[in-house]
């Protein structure tokens, strides 16, 4: 049941698009890259859960498979870099935890950047009409 709370932080990033869109116009995909990159890793486990409710539960669970293989591993070869989980060793409690806050801080930046060429492609074209 807790996993699937975590399908619940995908209102983070739909919070920070509406916030900055009202708020920072010129910077609403900055922040909705940003807010969807600290949330990404968990929300992808929480859809993995889902795969378990049956046949209606298959294409979100395959969808939270298939992100959070992709998700996932930046976090833990990161964290094994800087020694905070030990190497060959099942990583269980708090390590999860360290695991998933650099995750955060890991695709907020890379989708931040993507959000902020976004912004920037939109602020060019929105020049030349």
Do not use: C
Not at 10 to 38: D, E, F
Not at 123 to 128: E, F, N, P, Q
Request: glycine letters at 12%.
């Amino acid at each position: 049941m807790e996993l699937l709370a975590l399908v619940l932080l995908v209102v983070v990033p739909i919070a920070g698009w509406w916030y900055a869109r009202a708020n920072a116009p010129r910077h609403t995909w900055l922040v909705a890259g940003v807010a969807l990159g600290l949330v990404i890793s968990p929300v992808s486990l929480g859809l993995y859960s889902t795969y378990f409710f049956g046949p209606l539960g298959f294409p979100t669970g395959m969808l939270g498979l298939v992100s959070s293989l992709f998700h996932g591993p930046p976090g833990y070869q990161f964290a094994l870099w800087l020694g905070v989980v030990p190497p060959n060793k099942v990583v269980s409690g708090l390590g999860n935890v360290y695991i998933e806050l650099l995750n955060g801080v890991l695709w907020a930046a890379v989708y931040g950047i993507v959000g902020s060429i976004i912004d920037w492609a939109r602020l060019v074209l929105s020049r030349k009409v």
